[in-house]
């Protein structure tokens, strides 16, 4: 089951007031809940903080503190807050670190107004949205750190690897393919709510942070490819 739009908690982050409202005000039309908005780093986190929106659309270059900062301690403090990027910047290295600082997708400020609300809508369901061209750059980038030396573990010894359900594997699984959750949800004929517990569950489980994380795990273990 879908979540409802008008149900839809989202904070809007910008440093450009004309920018901010025209974004709050399209979204406040087509039946989001605008919950708060800010116009630098630190109003940002303070606002979002007590506001507790389901998605943060988020501009890149802030005064006060960068928004991949904000990003992160917003992420840290709450692990199911989505983060889509809306950013005049398609440079590879903006995309890639966003996306490290617990970003879920990145779309550039060249998109229609009707991208947008689509964009925030599939945010909200967990779905990665990214601008066309840079999905597959993402997707490379997580190939990559999974092919690095992972740190090692502390104390003696290797821990044990913690169980998994079956059916959390065959969702990490589908993660690591790159699936969206709703992919993910019709496969298994399962509802999105399903897909987004299965994989908050395997976070905990595998002491994880974020989608990253996880799909470097999986291609780690070569679940993309099995």
Known sequence: MTQRQDSIRV?????????????????TESGF????????????????KAAAPDVLVLDLNLPAKPGVTVCKELVAHNPALRV?????SGEHADVLEAVKSGAT???LKSASTGELLDAVRRTAAGDPVF???LAGLVLGEYRRLAAEPA????????PGAPRLTERETE??????????????A??????????????QNTLGKLQLHNRVELVRYAIERGLDEE
């Open 11 to 27: 904070m809007v982050v910008d440093d450009h007031p004309m920018w901010r409202d025209a974004v709050a005000r399209d979204l």
């Open 33 to 48: 809940e605008v919950v708060a908005t800010a116009g630098d780093g630190e109003q940002a986190v303070r606002r979002a």
């Open 84 to 88: 889509l990027v809306l950013s005049a």
């Open 105 to 107: 997708g990145y779309l």
């Open 131 to 133: 601008t066309p061209g």
């Open 151 to 158: 740190p090692a573990p502390d104390g003696d010894g290797r």
């Open 171 to 184: 969702v990490l699984r589908l993660v690591a393919k790159g699936l969206s959750y709703k992919q993910i």
């Open 186 to 199: 019709e496969r298994l004929v399962i509802s999105h709510r399903t897909v987004q517990n299965h994989v």
